[in-house]
Each structure stands twice: as structure tokens, then as C-alpha cells.
């Protein structure tokens, strides 16, 4: 199933996607820029028409003790837009530490500076994307 995965943030957000296998994900750039939930989420619907997305995969910024915040219903409000905009089915993830896996895997690879912020929302999201199709594997016939 080719999902496309989204990492919703005040200043950045990052895209990601999969092959149909569900094997290799990819970040996508650039990363969107704008501010404005619905043209953030009018942009997510974009891209997941032009890569012909079936599932749509939100990060849902939980607190480390597994409550929601502020940012948590900033991010269902935007998933919430993009499934009536898309008329995808919608699924939020739990996208605790992401940040800094995809910070570690860019410090790995030697990203730093200027081209580390023009990616690591993206990358981020491919973190997420990751570990929701690890659960998928576990899970087969799920959504």
C-alpha cells in the first residue's frame, strides 16, 4: 500500500512515503513551509494525490507521559482536514522521540547546518512512517 506520512509542525512540515511493498521509505523535499493549517493541509492532500497515496499517516505529538497537549489537537485538526479533503482514510501515530531519532540518523550521517534544517522534519517523518509499517507487519490486515 503506498502511505504517505506526515510530521505537522509550527515551522516545518515533513513528508515521507513507501513503496507499494511497504519496504523502503523515502523523505520527501522539499519540506512545506507554510504556516496555515489548511493550506499545510491543503499541500498534504496535494502530494498524496501526485504519489497516489491509500493511507495517510499522521504523528500525534503525545507528552512523554502519554497525555495529550496543545500540539497533540493542532495535529487531529489538521488529520480531521486532510481525510474530509482527501477522502483518504486517516490514521494519527504516536511520534514521540522522532525528532530525535531523525536528528541521530542525520548526526550519522554528517547533516549539519542549513541542509540538516531543510530535511529533518522530512526525515522525521520517514521515522514515523517506519515504525507505524514495523507495526503494520505485526498487525497484517489492519489499518
Known sequence: MKILAVDYGDSRTGLATCDRTEFLTTAITPQITLKAR????????????????ELIVIGL??????????????????????EI???????????????????DLLDESGTFGTKRKEILDSVSATVILDDYLAWRKEHPGEI
Not at 493541509?41 to 504519489?51: D, G, H, K, L, W
Not at 514521540?96 to 531519532?101: D, L
Open 85 to 103: 479533503w482527501s477522502g483518504l482514510p486517516v490514521r494519527m501515530w504516536d511520534e514521540r522521540q522522532t525528532t530525535c531519532a531523525a536528528a
Open 61 to 82: 505529538p503525545l507528552n512523554m507521559d502519554g497525555t495529550e497537549g496543545e500540539r497533540a489537537a493542532k495535529s487531529r485538526k489538521l488529520a480531521k482536514t486532510v
Open 38 to 53: 489548511n493550506k499545510v493541509a491543503a499541500r498534504v492532500c496535494e502530494v498524496a494525490e501526485e504519489i497516489g497515496a
